[in-house]
């Protein structure tokens, strides 16, 4: 319901209908912050100063004026039944007048009190049509928070970085961890069902942009803001999971996003926990930031993308440069490799996105697809034969690998969409958004679900990546974000499929 400016009744009066005008005198509904039934000389704040409360008396200023505009909306629909009704009374008068009733009439008048029947039921359908208008105004948000409550449920937060999280990755072999690329020049570990951090990289000097997993072995591929991309070894152990704590009770305190200072921390911060600070292998071919990385199919080469404009493909034994793939006009913003076949796509500022065939090892081929209108932040590969792109022109669009001439189907949101991802078992597309949203799309665009956000749940700044974990016959959805944190969510997908 939108909050009106004023509070007070006059203002209230001249937004009345003039029906309603009329009738206000016939109101016995008491309100309690109006100005007309206060004691001469005597203000509203006076008034609550003496009644016992434990609220702050601005915020007890604010709950009246909210429960004030509450009021004014039911009157106003009382008013509104009143008039109708009394109209259903004056058409009652003229058909009795005029020899017809409306219940009890002459039998041989069948014709008649149909004709009566007909014009009152449109006016009853009327008021009913009038009140569900305006009282699903109340309680449309409170409906979709439920159900979105019903099919996303915090699983646990991921707090220690000090700054923000551009990307996540879950690891593909045992154990199965959380691995984060953050802007504090560190990557770290995470256990998911504890929320612990296991390990931390600190090899690189600068941003860390992303972060992807061997397919088969302990090993993590990150790209940095220091132009290089490294790859490293790490070994965890699991710590005991404890009882998880019930996210749904009310918290003492709701604190806003603008209400934080930006220097601080939620969580307790970057532990004490084992540090990685040497690289098995340094890759050190580009000329400026390493935007993205990730494993091609089997892990032994690398693709890594660059503002240079020039993508690279490496040998991960010897770490030398095998190609350098170039043709994009400004800035790549995003690599993907393909997770059974040597395909590679590319993203760039220049709103396009390349697709790079290296099946066969003599020739690689090279696709160019103009589907967007502003700079394309990613695309991605699903386990069929489609491709996902998003881009700053607050579109996704998803494509046939077999016939890439124009898309199959197209999202449009409000939003820029930042690093997307596709589920591989239910095939459902995650949408990060710039306006702090996470939206769930299925492969023919139909809108599945919105995560749940609050003050005390959800993302407080730029959601940056997202990624799904469908082990052990659960489905789980991670994000990340500027406001420092990654998320873990539960995704119900019989429910989820059921609304859809």
């Known amino acids: 319901m939108p909050v009106e400016g004023g509070s007070s009744s006059g203002s209230a009066s001249a937004a009345r209908h003039p029906k309603q005008k009329r009738k206000a005198h016939s109101l016995s509904i008491r309100r309690t912050n109006s100005t007309e039934e206060r004691p001469a000389g005597i203000q509203r704040g006076d008034m609550l100063e003496g009644q016992d409360s ?4 601005s915020l007890r200023h604010n709950l009246l004026d909210l429960f004030g505009q509450i009021e004014r909306e039911f009157e106003n629909l009382y008013i509104e039944n009143i008039e109708l009704r009394r109209e259903i009374d004056s058409l009652n008068e003229r058909l009795t007048g005029d020899g017809q009733t409306v219940d009890g009439g002459d039998p041989t008048k069948g014709a008649l009190k149909t004709k009566a029947s007909h014009s009152t039921s ?6 009913k049509t009038t009140y569900k208008a305006s009282t699903s105004k109340i309680v449309s948000s409170f409906k979709a928070t439920a159900g979105s409550r019903a099919v996303c449920q915090l699983l646990k937060e991921y707090m220690g970085h000090r700054d923000g999280i551009w990307d ?3 690891t593909r072999t045992v154990p199965v961890v959380l691995g984060t690329a953050s802007a504090d020049h560190s990557a770290l570990l995470w256990s998911i069902e504890t929320g612990k951090c296991l390990l931390r990289y600190a090899g690189h000097a600068g941003s860390v942009n992303s972060i992807k997993f061997h397919p088969t072995e302990q090993m993590a591929l990150t790209a940095s803001g220091d132009q290089t991309a490294h790859i490293w070894r790490y070994m965890v152990q699991l710590p005991v999971p404890q009882p998880t704590p019930d996210v749904s009770a009310p918290c003492d305190e709701d604190q806003d996003s603008s209400d934080r200072e930006e220097g601080e921390v939620d969580g307790e911060g970057p532990c004490e926990v084992p540090t990685v600070r040497v690289a098995t292998a340094t890759l050190k071919s580009h000329q400026g930031v390493v935007i993205a990385a990730d494993w091609l199919v ?22 030398e440069l095998v190609h350098a793939l170039t043709g994009h006009d400004q800035e790549l913003t995003h690599c993907c490799t393909h997770p059974t076949q040597r395909l590679v796509v590319t993203s760039s500022r220049d709103t396009t996105f390349r697709l790079w065939d290296f099946r066969d090892p003599s020739i690689h081929s090279v696709n160019v697809f103009q589907g967007h209108t502003d700079t394309v932040t990613s695309a991605v590969f699903t386990v069929g034969d489609n491709v996902v792109s998003g881009s700053d022109d607050r579109t996704v669009k998803v494509w046939d690998l077999k016939n890439m001439r124009s898309p199959i189907a197209t999202i ?4 820029a969409v930042n690093r997307i991802s ?10 990060p958004h710039d306006n702090r949203q996470v939206r769930l799309f299925d492969m023919s665009g139909v809108r599945l679900a919105r995560l749940p956000r609050s003050n005390r749940m959800g993302h407080r700044r730029m959601v940056c990546c997202t990624a799904w974990n469908e ?10 974000g500027f406001d420092r944190q990654a998320i873990g969510w539960n995704i ?9």
């Not at 089997?298 to 770490?319: H, I, K, M, P």
């Not at 449009?412 to 939003?415: A, C, E, G, Y």
């Not at 589920?423 to 459902?428: L, P």
């Open 54 to 57: 434990k609220l702050p008396l």
């Open 122 to 127: 449109q006016l009853s359908q009327k008021l």
């Open 168 to 170: 996540l990755s879950i």
């Open 298 to 319: 089997g892990g032994r080469q690398v693709v890594t993308a660059s503002w240079d404009r020039a993508a690279n493909l490496y040998e991960v034994e010897t770490s």
């Open 412 to 415: 449009r949101t409000d939003s």
């Open 422 to 431: 596709v589920s591989a078992n239910q095939r459902i597309i995650a949408l």
């Open 471 to 480: 082990e052990n016959q659960s489905c789980n959805l991670f994000t990340c």
């Open 492 to 500: 119900n997908i019989p429910a989820l499929l059921q609304e859809k």
